[in-house]
């Protein structure tokens, strides 16, 4: 008996029915059986299912003898289903990759939950979407089960009949099963969840549920959408039977209202010719299954089920166009406020700029004011280390105030204390640029750190890449950049490559990257400390993985490595460390695994580690693909892996300013099985690679002595001679306590 019954109703979907059953195939847990079920396609389908069936074992097809509707698919394929459990993929969707694994782990830890509910991300035709609404729900389910008496919460988790994980034995005994026409899903997801002693969450994107341009049945106005009715009378007559779920009935009875209103108010489900009638059958329904103890919630919704028990459709369309203009009229009202308190903010800052500049203050700001950060966060330890008499003010956003550190003065963007403090200054910190809404004043010195070595193309380079730059305004981008006075740099690749991205009137100073002063300076005690920040286990060996953003795919997450696969491969005392590029960090690349690897234990997802330096001295070996984050590593002298699979891609996609497989760091990777080789082999931390990486601080390491911030300050700040780079080897820290083991 398999682990898992996957059912897959198959109806019209020829071109992406390969896609949807690659998914499920390609899995790396295979203890499953596909039940396909044919629901009289006219097309291509039966064809392509009776191909693949020849092909794969656990392939099963039915052919229904008559089209019976997507509800009952769904119900022959489970009379045919024998898995411990039921899980239902609709046939233009896919599964992500590891996903079987994950829900195999998930149900093992959770010792058999009668439902394992998890998460999904939308594909559109234009490319992927966000994080789902039900991704924060997951997440605080935490490891434990649940039933909804007391979390009622997770009933407003997305309806569908996909996203879950059923125990057959407990689908089978409630006899539950779809009904025919649309909304099918809505009354068994809700009777089940009811009906769950222990339910069970996943945080890891599933599905890729995609958005057809065109073809959608939920998204084709007409009549059919009036099934949700029968729906949901189905759904409380069953519960009129059960007394002992009367518990139930007001949280599913203001459920059942939302949705009907939800499609009341969709242009592309109900059409205007039948929103009275729609109307109508919602108040109907109101007035025979209004229970006990029904307390409509707040807000525009809670105001919509007040209206029902009164209000004929006429009223109900006057309020509703009411509090659509007021939507209206809020929105230009913002835009007022908006503008009002711009215009405030260039009166604060031309008021303070008649004074005079202050030659004791400097502004810092990092990464679009994230915090403490960077470069920035170096010069300003130093300054205050050697020049304590020059006040040092973060600029700092709103969100990010409770993480910063105690003792920093800070000011908020926008705010008249932010305005006073920027015309004041005489030292502008920053790596990246200042808004354009403040003028550099005469003798005020603006310091570009920027965020590293640039490998791909960036600012002005970017005109020849129209995928890339999509977003980047880099007129006003070099527009803002005309008011640098210094631009820092770590080699003289990043020199040249400054001035020619930023072709404007800036003095470059090779004064190296300050962020790595710790990383040239730090010693056996850093990195234990970093070691045991992020919870490894002692002696083992960490291997850092650091995958960066890509521009040929919208949102810029692409997953190259199978994570699960590689921490299984490493084996025993190694951990895999993995650190997503800052932009991924609150998309879907998370959601896709790496959430619910961190949970189990697989991995540490270091991606929110404020300082990005602890990271690396953590690590033994860091394998990256195209991060710049390798530049500022190599500092460790400790080994690189280039992982570089996609590198015509990227390359031709963004553009780079050298091949970085041809003057590697260390060995490059085309596929995984030469990345799993590398580390099986040991080859990793061979004679070859320490050989390309001394080639390469050499050329990339060449200012970064461990002095840079000191230099910062002593030149810029107090007026000093810059100390000189010293001669001979550089200084490096011990090498990472891991052990160099090779992968099992």
Not at 289 to 305: A, C, K, S, V
Request: some cysteine.
């Amino acid at each position: 008996m398999p682990r898992f019954s996957i059912i897959v109703p198959v109806f019209k979907v020829q071109g992406f029915l390969r896609e949807c059953l690659d998914s499920v195939l390609g899995q790396s847990y295979g203890d499953f059986e596909l039940i396909a079920v044919d629901d009289r396609s006219p097309d291509g389908c039966p064809a392509i299912l009776d191909d693949y069936a020849e092909r794969d074992a656990r392939v099963r097809v039915l052919h229904l003898p008559e089209n019976v509707g997507l509800g009952r698919a769904r119900n022959a394929g489970l009379e045919q289903a024998s898995g411990d459990y039921v899980l239902f993929l609709d046939s233009d969707d896919s599964y992500t990759p590891g996903l079987l694994a994950a829900v195999a782990a998930r149900l093992e830890g959770a010792e058999d939950p009668d439902i394992l509910v998890f998460d999904h991300v939308r594909t559109h035709w234009w490319g992927r979407g966000g994080r789902s609404t039900a991704a924060d729900l997951l997440a605080a389910a935490g490891t434990d089960t649940f039933r909804v008496r007391e979390h009622p919460e997770y009933l407003h988790l997305f309806l569908v009949a996909w996203n879950k994980a059923y125990r057959r034995e407990f689908f089978l005994e409630h006899e539950l099963r779809y009904a025919p026409g649309l909304y099918e899903d809505a009354p068994v997801t809700y009777r089940s969840m009811v009906l769950a002693d222990r339910i069970a969450c996943l945080e890891r994107i599933g599905v890729e549920y995609r958005q057809r341009r065109q073809g959608a049945i939920t998204k084709t106005p007409g009549r059919r959408h009036f099934d949700i009715f029968p729906q949901y009378e189905g759904l409380f007559a069953f519960l009129q039977e059960r007394p002992d779920l009367a518990w139930a009935r007001p949280l599913l009875f203001e459920r059942a209202l939302d949705h009907m209103l939800f499609v009341l108010a969709r242009e592309d489900r109900v059409r205007p010719a039948d929103r009275p009638a729609f109307y109508r059958e919602i108040r109907s329904f109101h007035a025979r299954r209004l229970p006990e103890g029904f307390t409509p919630p707040p807000g525009w919704r809670g105001t919509e089920m007040r209206l029902l028990a009164t209000a004929p459709y006429a009223s109900y369309a006057v309020a509703r166009g009411l509090r659509d203009l007021r939507e209206v009229a809020g929105k230009g009202k913002r835009r007022v406020t908006r503008a009002v308190s711009q215009r405030a903010g260039r009166a604060w800052y031309t008021a303070g700029s008649k004074l005079p500049l202050d030659p004791r203050l400097a502004v810092y700001s990092a990464f679009s004011h994230r915090g403490v950060l960077g470069d920035p966060a170096a010069i300003h330890a130093k300054a205050r280390e050697i020049a304590p008499d020059i006040r040092g003010v973060w600029v700092v956003r709103e969100d990010a105030v409770d993480e910063l550190p105690d003792g920093i003065e800070f000011v908020t963007p926008g705010s008249r204390r932010y305005h006073e403090v920027m015309a004041r200054a005489t030292y502008w910190v920053n790596n990246v640029n200042w808004p354009g809404t403040l003028t550099k004043r005469p003798g005020s010195v603006h310091i570009q750190t920027h965020q590293g070595t640039p490998l791909k193309y960036m600012a002005a380079d970017l005109l020849t890449k129209p995928g890339a730059r999509h977003g980047f305004d880099v007129p006003k981008m070099l527009w803002r950049a005309d008011r640098w006075d210094y631009s820092l740099v770590a080699n003289r690749h990043s020199e040249l490559v400054w001035e020619r991205a930023y072709p404007c009137h800036f003095t470059s100073l090779r004064t190296g990257s300050p962020r790595n002063d710790r990383l040239v300076t730090a010693g056996p005690a850093a990195t234990e400390a970093a070691r045991a920040r992020l919870g490894v286990p002692a002696g083992h060996t960490v291997v850092l993985y650091a995958p960066t953003r890509r521009d040929y795919r919208r949102g810029g997450h692409v997953d190259r490595i199978d994570l699960a696969r590689l921490a299984a491969d490493l084996g025993a005392g190694h951990t895999l460390v993995v650190r997503l590029h800052p932009s991924l960090a609150k998309g879907t690349a998370r959601g896709a695994g790496l959430a619910d690897l961190h949970r189990r234990g697989v991995l540490i997802d270091a991606t929110d580690e404020p300082h990005v330096e602890d990271v690396m001295l953590a690590a033994d070996v860091l394998v990256t693909d195209y991060s710049a984050l390798m530049f500022d590593y190599a500092n460790l002298d400790r080994p690189i892996v280039v992982h570089a699979d996609d590198w015509g891609a990227y390359a031709a996609s963004r553009g780079a300013y050298f091949d970085i497989t041809a003057e590697a760091p260390g060995h490059v990777a085309c596929s995984y099985r030469e990345l799993a080789w590398l580390f099986a082999s040991g080859a990793w931390r061979d004679g070859e690679s320490e050989r390309l990486r001394a080639g390469f601080r050499e050329r990339f390491c060449e200012f970064d002595d461990g002095l840079a911030a000191e230099r910062v300050v002593r030149t810029l700040m107090l007026g000093e001679r810059m100390p000189e780079h010293p001669d001979g080897a550089r200084r490096v820290p011990a090498p990472a306590t891991g052990r160099a083991h090779s992968m099992r």
